[in-house]
C-alpha cells in the first residue's frame, strides 16, 4: 500500500514557466512533508518542506502547498531553469524521523 | 551542509557471498541513520533505522538476518548483505541525523548500487 503516490513519472516544461509538481498522500499521520531532488547514482538532497500545520511553505523559486482535507500537496518552481531537472521525490516524514517516499517524478526544463 | 559517504559507491559481487557497505558521517555526530533501498524506477524503502549503540529497528518485510546492520560509532554505520543473491540487487542509500537539528535535517549518502550475479 503506498502511502505517498506521485501519480506523474515525468513532466517537461520550458525554461521560464512554472513547474507543478503533485503528490498525494493517505497517511494522516505524517507530520511534515519534504520535497528531495535527486540526480542519477546519487542521495537525495533536501529541498523545501511544509509542516502538517501550514498550507504553504516558499523559499525562493520554491513553493510547496499542503491541501490537507485533500491529502494533496505540490511543488511549484517558478521561474524553472535547466539546472531544475532532475528527479523530484515527495516524502512524509513520521515520528522517529522516519520517511516514506513516493516514487519521484522526472522533470525536464528544456532551454 | 553536513556530509554523509558511502563505501563503496559500486559493487558486484556473487550469490551466496556477503558485502558490507559503509556510511559514515563526515563534520557531524549521527546519533542515528537510516538505511533505504531503491529499485529502478521506485521509491526509496526505509529498511531499518539504527542508533548510535543500540540494535537496529528493521522495517515490516526486511529479513534482519540477511541485512545486518550495525552502528558503532556516532560517525559510521554499515549494513552487510549476507548471503546475497541476484534479487538483492539494488541501489542502497543511507541518510544520518544527529541529535539536535530542525526535523528537515538528515542528510543522504550518495548510495551504493549493488549488483549480486
Aim: net charge positive.
Amino acid at each position: 500500500d503506498q502511502q505517498v503516490k506521485q501519480n506523474s513519472p515525468s513532466l517537461s516544461v520550458q525554461e521560464g514557466r512554472i513547474s507543478i509538481l503533485n503528490c498525494d498522500y493517505t497517511n494522516s499521520m505524517f507530520d511534515y512533508f519534504l520535497w528531495y531532488k535527486k540526480y542519477p547514482a546519487e542521495g537525495p538532497t533536501f529541498l523545501i518542506s511544509i509542516s502538517s500545520i501550514k498550507d504553504k511553505n516558499e523559499d525562493g523559486r520554491f513553493t510547496v502547498f499542503l491541501n490537507k482535507s485533500a491529502k494533496h500537496l505540490s511543488l511549484h518552481i517558478v521561474p524553472s531553469q535547466p539546472g531544475d531537472s532532475a528527479v523530484y521525490f515527495c516524502a512524509g516524514q513520521s515520528s522517529n524521523y522516519k520517511l516514506t517516499f513516493g516514487k519521484g517524478t522526472l522533470l525536464t526544463v528544456n532551454p | 551542509g553536513a556530509v554523509v559517504s558511502q563505501h563503496p559507491s559500486w559493487v558486484i559481487c556473487k550469490s551466496g557471498t556477503s558485502v558490507k557497505i559503509e556510511c559514515r558521517s563526515l563534520d557531524f555526530q549521527a546519533t542515528t541513520m537510516f538505511w533505504y533501498r531503491q529499485f529502478p524506477k521506485q521509491s526509496l524503502m526505509l529498511m531499518a533505522t539504527s542508533n548510535e549503540g543500540s540494535k537496529a529497528t528493521y522495517e515490516q518485510g526486511v529479513e534482519k538476518d540477511k541485512f545486518l546492520i550495525n552502528h558503532a560509532s556516532l560517525t559510521l554505520s554499515t549494513l552487510t548483505v549476507t548471503s546475497a543473491h541476484p534479487e538483492d540487487s539494488s541501489f542502497y542509500i543511507c541518510s544520518a541525523r544527529g541529535n539536535a537539528g530542525f526535523y528537515y535535517e538528515q542528510y543522504f549518502g550518495p548510495g551504493t548500487r549493488l549488483t549480486v550475479t
